[in-house]
């Protein structure tokens, strides 16, 4: 497989480089919400480790990216008035992957709605940041 690029989108986000609109970070982890959302609040988990793929991150990183998907999961339910979730991780282009360091999307759902295809809409940076702001008190001190 190949190796970790430092340069994909997401490593350049996590040493700043590039703006997102960030809900959560803990030593390990960092999410921030998806610029084209299946759903609203569609948020992405990161290890702060550099990794390519589920293949590659040891036991401890990947039970602290466990731990802080559920936590972001949990408080997406609450601010996006949501009735269940839909966790999915895709690993190297056969599976769907499309930004090469691990990710988690943590996409809230309502009983009855579709979710938009992959990349078929940019959401208003604008509601972006709003949403950001909802989701990050919410996610303040846990
Ligand atoms: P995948 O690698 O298939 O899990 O998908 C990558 C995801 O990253 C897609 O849902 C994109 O909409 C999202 N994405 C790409 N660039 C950015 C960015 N700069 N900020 C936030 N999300 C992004």
């Given at each position: 497989?190949?190796?970790?690029?430092?340069?994909?989108?997401?490593?350049?986000?996590l040493r700043g480089e590039l703006p997102a609109h960030k809900?959560?970070?803990?030593?390990k982890a960092f999410a921030f919400l998806d610029i084209m959302p299946r759903a609203p609040g569609?948020?992405?988990?990161?290890?702060?480790?550099?990794?390519?793929?589920?293949l590659d991150i040891g036991p401890e990183d990947l039970a602290d990216l466990m731990k802080a998907t559920q936590t972001i999961a949990r408080a997406a339910m609450i601010v996006f008035a949501a009735d269940g979730l839909t966790i999915q991780q895709f690993n190297e282009p056969a599976g769907g992957q499309v930004v090469?360091?691990?990710?988690?999307?943590?996409?809230?759902r309502k009983n009855g709605v579709a979710l938009k295809?992959?990349?078929?809409?940019?959401e208003d940076p604008a509601v972006l940041a709003?949403?950001?702001?909802?989701?990050?008190?919410?996610?303040?001190?846990?």
């Open positions: 497989m190949p190796s970790y690029d430092q340069n994909n989108i997401f490593a350049k986000i809900v959560f970070e803990n030593q569609h948020t992405l988990v990161l290890p702060k480790a550099p990794v390519r793929t589920i090469f360091h691990l990710h988690i999307h943590v996409i809230p295809p992959p990349a078929s809409f940019k709003d949403q950001a702001r909802r989701l990050a008190a919410a996610l303040k001190g846990v």
